[in-house]
């Protein structure tokens, strides 16, 4: 049987993809100082060994190569969990060596890690904060929820095609993750979530102000203050300069809306 006949022989069912991605979620729920993620890593993918490997012997020894030290950004690993399986299937078919699915991981979960860690840490995560504490203020907890399941969606969605894209390219992922440009979307979001901190402080001493003689001001004006915050700073403004000039301008709107409303 040829290499690429050979890898088609034995290949993981969908719902048992599912369920590993499913597992993949828990990650770190045994996480540990010796080997960090390997027993969250090793239970994600033992689905698929248990599919790719009916031999007890085989099995064992393809889930103990799992049980080395693992440690990456637990978003960005679905990326290599979809690999590793992708590797599982070459090496039960015989067009791999064992080795490979180890060196795959080992290879990808330092630059993934890091990749996660600026995405999803330092820029999807604060900027979701941010657009959270703006709609508390302006719708109240049904904003909070709206903020949250959007996040989830976006983190949810994205684990997913890390995992097919893993799956599907194995070694070709880094292709694959490259062309999502994802520093450069964690730079604009990282930008839009400094404007939402600005658009929450204006909220926060315009809304009382406004709510009983113009509802609706106060979320316009928020909005607005943001829009022009990101397309500052996404034009090059200097961070806290412009976040200076935007607490000035928030303080001083907020001031001539209380004078005219009699508050002040």
Known sequence: MSAPAAALARRVPALVLARCFGRGLFLQAAWNRRGMQNLGFAYAIAPALRALYPEPAARRAALARHLGFFNCHPYAAAAILGGAIHHEERVAAGAEPPQAPVTYKATLQGPLAAVGDGFFWTALRPSFGALAAVAALVFGWPGVVAALTLYNAIHLTLRIGLFRAGYREGDAVVGAIARLSLPVVADRLRLAGAALCGAAAATYAALPATRAVAPLLAPAATAAAAAA???????????????YAALAGGTGAALLAGRLHGSL
């Open 229 to 243: 915050g990101y397309l500052l700073l996404a034009r090059g403004a200097r961070l806290f300069p412009a976040t």
